[in-house]
């Protein structure tokens, strides 16, 4: 794992992979299967592992956290980034901080609490664990009023931020004046698009983020990276028939729940066993199981012949 402090290529360089983690029966990690999820997607050519929703950290104790990220540490590459996060409340992420930096993570995501927080009160909490942990971190952003953009600037002049993950939906993602006033304030390469690959050209090509998080990655990360590359190359045509390859299994994810249609797809896929889900989420349906095998599977057919032609 790297630990060096991420800079703006780093924020451009590689997909944001934000995989799902792996447990037993019992809700302890399963290592191998977390290990072969790594694998899979470093052989696509993604170095940014970060464990965040999909990987369900809301629920995730002090108790069995260093084992956890340890393990993930471990089974990452040399030049992988492996990004915790913290939270949502501030007792939890205060309690988890000395774990995080002993561990020396290059930074941690904070994820967004709903209930009961204030925006001076989030901004509060964020600036107390950077302070404490000793370097800038990441805030995910999901709701336009989470913090406002004078406040996501002062933190971020202050050294408190590093980078923003947006994911304030809309139903044209390239109309967004609250996300156009954060790229004004802080500039784009520090703001990376955290909805998948949906909206992953136009908040790219409208508002020229850094790079975009992907859940789908997960099983198809060379065409993940492929799509990142023809946005960054201009090349619009190719950006969207690649764009084109992955949707059918965003369209999958947002039909049920993100989180869990990811969990139990890389297990479908025949990736990894993911096993259960860590509580308080449970997985889908069984009778949803058909239709979301095939779809994984035929993405990761996709993802293979694109290897197959890269070899």
Same mark, same amino acid.
């Given at each position: ?16 992979? #934000? ?8 809700? @302890? ?8 999820? !790594? ?28 084992? +956890? ?29 000395? #774990? ?21 009160? !989030? ?36 050294? #408190? !931020? ?46 020229? +983020? ?17 799509? +990142?590359?023809? !946005? ?36 479908? @896929? ?28 035929? +993405? ?12």
């Amino acid at each position: 794992m790297k630990t060096t402090p991420i800079s703006e290529s780093d924020l451009s360089g590689s997909v944001l992979s #934000v995989p799902p983690l792996a447990w037993n029966e019992d809700f @302890s990690p399963n290592h191998e299967a977390n290990t072969a999820l !790594i694998k899979h997607i470093e052989a696509g050519g993604v170095t940014t592992l970060l464990y965040g929703g999909n990987a369900n950290m809301h629920n995730i104790g002090v108790t069995g956290l260093a084992n +956890l990220l340890q393990h993930l540490i471990v089974a990452a590459g040399f030049e992988s980034w492996v990004l915790p996060s913290v939270g949502p409340d501030y007792g939890g992420m205060m309690d988890q901080l000395p #774990v995080i930096k002993e561990l020396e993570f290059p930074t941690a995501m904070v994820l967004p609490i709903q209930f009961p927080a204030t925006p001076a009160g !989030i901004a509060t909490g964020v600036g107390r664990f950077s302070e404490k942990l000793g370097k800038p971190v990441i805030v995910y952003i999901k709701t336009e009023n989470y913090l406002s953009v004078d406040q996501l600037s002062s933190l971020f002049e202050d050294g #408190v !931020i590093r980078a923003i993950k947006y994911a304030v939906p809309r139903e044209e993602p390239k109309e967004d004046s609250y996300l156009s006033d954060l790229v004004n304030a802080i500039g784009p390469k520090n703001i990376v698009s955290g909805f998948g690959e949906r909206p992953a050209i136009d908040h790219l090509k409208t508002f020229d +983020l850094a790079g975009f998080t992907s859940g789908c990655v997960c099983i198809a990360p060379k065409l993940s990276m492929d799509l +990142l590359h023809a !946005i960054q190359a201009e090349n619009w045509d190719e950006a969207a028939r690649v764009h084109g390859l992955i949707m059918p299994m965003e369209y999958q994810r947002e039909r049920i729940s993100p989180i869990r249609v990811l969990h139990d797809a890389v297990t479908l @896929s025949g990736i990894a066993e993911m096993g259960p889900m860590y509580p308080m989420l449970s997985g889908i349906d069984e009778a949803e199981y058909d239709k979301i095998r095939t779809t994984a599977r035929a +993405l990761l057919e996709l993802e293979m012949e694109s290897r197959a032609v890269r070899s």
